[in-house]
């Protein structure tokens, strides 16, 4: 009122003003949604707080051999992640694909690829208008030249599901107990592959995913899901915060997130849970495999059905 009336407004058409507003139907509902908001916060700090104090809390374990049971009972159900050794040694794929026996058998197939994305912040969330067609080849090639961001295949690409590469998942293995063996329906397995310098920006997956590094060594950031608060979630799944140079005067509360790093390189599988935050580097070029369909669980996910957070993009970039 005394801003209105400061600018001219008479006292009794300020009270009407203020009084009208406070009793609208969007204001009304916003105040009980910030509460309910309020208190959920308050609740994820307290988690986050106790997370702090375990020294364990400070790193991602790294497990050999783990069996089925233990990573459902100790990572799984327990929304911790962790790196598995051992899980990827009966795969042909190991040893045969390489970039260049990829190029000798499929080099003249076209793919989809992620283009430009260096051009484009928050390049994920322009998934479809970065959508291009290119032979295998071509986004072989470079990766001989420096590190870049600009040319991936992304999972969303769907490799696997075109006619061409279909004979590959025959030199794929479902990690015996841990995830469902048959393969060669959609959303099963799912493959990245880039140059040096690749990187997904900090993001949190609405479902739990186990990520299979075949060759190359990629570098993962990871926040835990109750650090969500503080992620500036500005985009649906995205931080706008780059995990590269976290700019904390423009987002301060970053400053507070447990973030934690770990280097995933051959024959390492990371179980990133649902709902924690990540961001990869690819510090070599790089190919990797992603699973979804999880044994010893209802539905073969635990998905977080509500996880698109923030808000949607643009329709035209969608």
């Known amino acids: ?44 700090a307290a988690r986050s707080g106790l997370r702090r104090q375990g020294a364990a809390g400070a790193r991602v374990e790294r497990r050999s051999r783990l069996s089925p049971d233990a990573f459902f009972t100790d990572y799984y159900r327990r929304n911790r992640p962790v790196v598995i050794e051992g899980l990827m040694e009966d795969w042909p794929a190991r040893k045969r694909w390489t970039p260049a026996w990829l190029a000798e058998h499929f080099g003249d197939e076209t793919v989809e690829v992620m283009a430009g994305r260096e051009a ?33 295949l992304v999972a969303r690409n769907s490799l696997l599901l075109r006619a061409a590469f279909r004979p590959l998942l025959e030199d794929l293995r479902a990690p015996a107990g841990y995830i469902q ?9 799912h493959v990245w592959l880039g140059p040096a310098g690749t990187l997904s920006n900090l993001h949190h997956d609405h479902l739990n995913v186990l990520f299979c590094q075949v060759w190359g060594r990629k570098q993962v950031w990871l ?20 995990v590269l140079a976290p700019d904390t005067e423009r987002f301060p509360d970053f400053a507070r997130v447990a ?28 190919l990797s495999v992603t699973f979804v369909n999880f044994e010893q669980t209802p539905g073969l996910n635990t998905c977080w059905r509500e996880g698109w957070l923030g808000p949607l993009p643009p329709e035209e970039h969608r």
């Open 223 to 242: 926040a835990p899901s109750w650090e969500t608060p503080w992620m500036s979630n500005v985009h649906g799944f995205y931080s706008a915060v780059d």
């Open 181 to 189: 063996p048959e393969l060669h329906g959609p959303d099963r397995v």
């Open 259 to 286: 973030l934690h790093t770990v280097e995933v390189g051959p024959g390492d599988a990371l179980f990133i849970p649902v709902g924690w935050w990540h961001a990869l580097r690819a510090l070599e070029p790089s």
């Open 1 to 44: 009122m005394a801003r209105l009336e400061a600018a001219g407004v008479a006292p009794q058409v300020a009270w009407e003003t203020v009084r009208s507003a406070e009793a609208h139907p969007a204001v009304m509902g916003g105040r009980g949604r910030a509460a309910r908001l309020g208190l959920l916060e308050s609740l994820l």
């Open 120 to 152: 484009q912040d928050l390049p994920d969330l322009h998934a479809d208008r970065l959508r291009r067609e290119v032979p295998l080849r071509k986004l072989l090639a470079g990766f001989a030249d420096a590190p870049s961001n600009d040319m991936y």
